[in-house]
């Protein structure tokens, strides 16, 4: 019975996180360190969202982790493994709109010196070429076009004239 009540009460609890849910900690996670760490934890977890979208999120959370601390090789260390995981999943799934919003995201915020900013103007006009699809599909969540908007709010991806042009 106790191996019954704690499935139960694991399932419900790792069951409970939302693709909404990630989107808003990815979202807060760019603020502070301490997001950031919360962020990367919630990634850590079990959960039932598409594997390759956890994993483009785990992989922009570690991505943003290396931001922060004093240890060189630490960072870069924790940077690539973040850009695997995220690159992983694009291979994935190439026509995720999500995914390639994330590494769009990404690489617009990651410095020069890193060298990861190959796929901006690609994954631009993917985002681009298929967001009135993602708008008007009845399949895609609501939520999902507020995350595009908020974020270009913030990051000033896609030009008023761009988005207007898309909708």
């Known amino acids: 019975m106790k191996i019954f009540a704690?499935?139960?009460f694991s399932f419900l609890l790792f069951s409970?996180?939302?693709?909404?849910?990630?989107?808003?900690?990815?979202?807060?996670a760019r603020n502070s360190?301490?997001?950031?760490i919360v962020f990367n934890?919630?990634?850590q977890k079990e959960m039932n969202i598409n594997v390759n979208l956890k994993n483009a999120y785990l992989g922009a959370s570690e991505?943003?982790?290396?931001?922060y601390g004093s240890n060189i090789p630490q960072k870069i260390k924790l940077f690539k493994a973040g850009r695997d995981k995220?690159?992983?999943?694009?291979?994935?799934?190439?026509?995720?709109?999500?995914?390639?919003?994330?590494?769009?995201?990404?690489?617009?915020?990651?410095?020069?010196?890193?060298?990861?900013?190959s796929n901006?103007?690609?994954d631009k006009k993917f985002i681009l070429d298929n967001y009135a699809d993602m708008v008007t599909n009845a399949n895609s969540p609501k939520s999902l076009k507020h995350f595009v908007e908020d974020i270009n709010k913030d990051l000033n991806i896609f030009s008023p004239e761009e988005m207007n042009q898309r909708k």
Do not use: C, N
């Open 41 to 43: 934890e919630l990634m």
């Open 6 to 8: 704690g499935l139960l």
């Open 33 to 36: 360190e301490e997001a950031a």
């Open 120 to 122: 901006i103007e690609e």
């Open 63 to 67: 991505i943003m982790l290396a931001d």
């Open 86 to 117: 995220l690159e992983v999943a694009v291979l994935a799934e190439p026509k995720s709109f999500e995914i390639r919003l994330i590494r769009l995201i990404i690489q617009k915020k990651t410095p020069d010196f890193l060298r990861y900013k």
């Open 16 to 28: 409970g996180i939302t693709t909404d849910q990630v989107r808003l900690s990815f979202k807060k």
